[in-house]
């Protein structure tokens, strides 16, 4: 019953870090087995679904860890690139920020994952992934360099405005 109420919401988390849906379905599973053995350890004065949140987010990373193959190092030339039309972003689907997302190197979706939508601060992300953190802005800022390129590349054009 706990698997069926919060598999929706535990899939749209576990797909953040994921490559495909196999893996996030992977994670996710991880997860559920850690969530059904610690299940004692819930204080329910606290919010199920941010203690269940906290542990898919931990069990992807512990995933990459485990997973993890010599990245390539992806060189990125300085772009100039200016998302100034907010209004492009704003009209940007969500499944399209996915593809991009994943189309990113792993080190990179992961640390923007922590860092933009779960909110974690660089310190925080360096200590979860055992990198320093002038590593994890460097992802940060490499992560969000390659988006802008990709999107502009890719995206652009079915989101300008008619005029």
């Given amino acids: 019953m706990l698997y069926k109420q919060f598999y929706a919401y535990g899939m749209s988390i576990s797909l953040r870090y994921a490559y495909n849906r196999d893996e996030a ?4 599973n991880d997860s559920f087995l850690k969530v059904f053995g610690s299940i004692h350890k819930y204080d329910d004065k606290l919010s199920f679904k941010a203690w269940l949140r906290k542990i898919i987010i ?6 990459y860890r485990k997973n993890k193959k010599h990245h390539e190092l992806v060189d990125i030339e300085t772009t100039d690139i200016e998302l100034s039309d907010y209004s492009l972003i704003e009209q940007f689907e969500i499944e399209d920020l996915q593809i991009l997302l994943n189309d990113l190197p792993e080190n990179y979706r992961i640390t923007f994952n922590l860092y933009e939508i779960e909110g974690y601060n660089h310190d925080e992300i360096a200590k979860l992934l055992n990198i320093a953190p ?3 802005r460097s992802n940060l ?3 969000k360099a390659l988006l802008r390129a990709s999107f502009e590349k890719h995206y652009k054009h079915k989101y300008a405005k008619v005029v």
């Fill in 25 to 28: 379905a992977e994670v996710l």
């Fill in 58 to 63: 931990n069990t992807a990373i512990d995933y």
């Fill in 134 to 136: 002038g590593t994890s």
């Fill in 141 to 143: 800022t490499r992560a």
